[in-house]
């Protein structure tokens, strides 16, 4: 594997910003973790979350075939606003100031299906080392199913790829409960990096909540529906999981302002950047101004304030874009944002449009540049 350092020994830029942002939180005496906004959006997603499951349990006859199709897409997207909002935070360590309530909370990834102890490295530690650098971010590492960057090999069925990668989008918290985090738990890798080695607690919680969750979102509904209703209706929920979180998170790094690199497997890479203005680089906000999608993504239309300060809870990063963004205007660095949403998917689909097509040099020269 490849070592990756970055240029940091001009570090005058985040020294600043991060002085400017303590600075606020000192006049303003508020806590860098959650407050009563992000509580309260817990128990509202929580509550959505149950109540859905219940009614698709126990009041299933008077629902209808269309009512219960509904509903189930209903609870993928609540699931993943419980993932961008609460799972997110958690996992960062910024829902809360005690550990173990944010531990706990980071397991709302295991009742999505996923493992937050892989997760926790996959996303904390290499995606944000490492955004955006391909042979390193775990995040951008779906060729040849979909060509996220130059640097990655380009295969014929890409030049299709910006109108089949819904599809793939839809199966993605499919790949993470039945493939992915069972990849990562026996080849203990997580894409080219060694995994964290797992404690027996870690062990008995990755089993004990794989087997819960097939238990309450398999077993249990198969012994209500049936087995073709209960498909269709796990099919629709993971659908609506899967392309909500794929979108959100394509919208921060894979659009058409945002950079890459690449570091080849059998060298060491050295970036000319400093940590800070790479993050800067390869990271775009969208909708800024939009407070419902700001509540439903949990913040992650802040993506650029998110890498810089993932300590920091998303409830804050509207009041601190401001800062972040005069520090930008002021050491001159970039800040790449989409004014709404629908224009950062327009830049996504553009950039994977792009990428779909044939590279115009070979491909050992884009890799070598």
Known sequence: ???????????????????????????????????WRLFSKTFILVGLAVASYSLLIFINKDLGTVGAIFLAAFLGLILSGIGFSVMHDANHGSYCTHDKINDLLGLSANAMGASAYFWKQKHNVIHHTYTNIDGMDDDIAKSPIIRQCESQKWVPAHRFQHIYINFVYCLTSLFWLFIMDFTKYFTRKIYTTTAWKLTLRNHIIFWATKILYIAFYAVIPIMIWGWPAWLVGFLVMHAALGISLSIVFQLAHVVECTEFEYAPLDKDKHIESAWAEHQLKTTANFAMNNSAINWFVGGLNFQVEHHLFPKISHIHYPAISKIVMEKCKEFNMPYHYNKTFLQAIASHYRFMKYLGKRPALPQTHLQAA
């Not at 970055?6 to 860098?32: I, R």
Request: charged share 30%; aromatic share 14%; proline share 0%.
């Open 1 to 35: 594997m490849s070592k990756v350092t970055f240029n940091n020994k001009n570090n005058e830029f985040f020294t600043s910003l991060k002085n400017a942002v303590d600075e606020y939180f000192e006049k303003t005496g508020q806590k860098k973790t959650g407050d």
